[in-house]
């Protein structure tokens, strides 16, 4: 079975500051992470993906993220925060044992303060 | 290329009906999944078809059915519907390619259904 935790279902940041928000995952093999931004009304879209590749992965819009197996982490990161990046944002695992299903975390809206 | 699609978008039903939500995949994937997103909360997986079969299922009563058609098409059904399965349902694609590759689930923008 796996699990995923996002800590802070809401974070703040002024434009132009470090977005951080923080995903651990539980997985008894190994996993293949992502995160997911949903904007108000819409489905989800992918930022990027660990598939047991580089450890740090960049993915779209400037954001980027680091697999830590010691740490069972997967936090998303962007140096510049930009009002267009106030969204939803899901962390997800996935394994290939379970066909392929992803378990999401409950997500954390961003919100960025001019 | 169109992504995938879904209809109806919104879908208002009362307690005891019955729904059906439908879902088109990405051009040229032939698996589908389905989600269930409470408000505030993450998508839930309900299910997987793939070959016109169900091949994994989430924690979800039997109430939640579905269907895969020969264009790789899918159908949620749901019966019995209680105040609590108001939500955004997610259909998501894939083209499943062997048992050692991931590839990307591509998901469509939501039916959202309210129970009265």
């Known amino acids: 079975a796996q699990s995923v935790t996002q800590l802070g279902s809401h974070v703040s940041v002024s434009e132009g500051a470090l977005v951080l928000l923080r995903c651990n995952y539980s997985?008894?093999?190994?996993?293949?992470l992502f995160w997911y931004v949903q904007y108000p009304n819409q489905g989800l879209q992918l930022l990027l993906k660990?598939?047991?590749?580089?450890?740090l992965v960049k993915g779209i819009n400037g954001f980027e993220a680091e697999f830590k197996k010691s740490e069972t982490s997967f936090h998303l990161t962007k140096p510049s925060a930009h009002m267009s990046d106030a969204a939803e944002y899901f962390c997800?695992?996935?394994?290939?044992?379970?066909?392929?299903?992803?378990?999401f975390g409950s997500g954390t809206q961003l919100t960025v303060l001019p | 290329d169109a992504g995938v699609t879904q209809s109806p978008t919104h879908l208002i039903k009362t307690r005891g009906q019955q729904v059906t939500l439908r879902c088109s995949p990405k051009?040229?994937?032939?698996?589908v999944s389905w989600y269930q997103q409470a408000l505030g909360q993450g998508p839930q997986f309900i299910f997987q078809?793939?070959?016109?079969?169900?091949?994994q299922r989430g924690n979800f009563p039997d109430r939640f059915s579905g269907h895969q058609f020969p264009n790789y098409s899918s159908e949620l059904n749901v019966n019995a519907l209680l105040l609590g399965d108001s939500a955004l349902y997610l259909c998501?694609?894939?083209?499943?390619?062997?048992?050692?590759?991931?590839?990307?689930?591509?998901f469509g923008p939501g039916t959202r259904l309210t129970v009265l």
């Open positions: 997985s008894s093999v190994p996993p293949y």
């Open positions: 078809y793939y070959e016109e079969e169900e091949r």
């Open positions: 660990y598939t047991s590749a580089a450890t």
């Open positions: 997800a695992v996935s394994t290939l044992g379970s066909a392929r299903q992803l378990t």
């Open positions: 998501a694609s894939s083209l499943r390619q062997g048992r050692t590759t991931y590839n990307e689930q591509f």
């Open positions: 051009s040229g994937h032939d698996t």
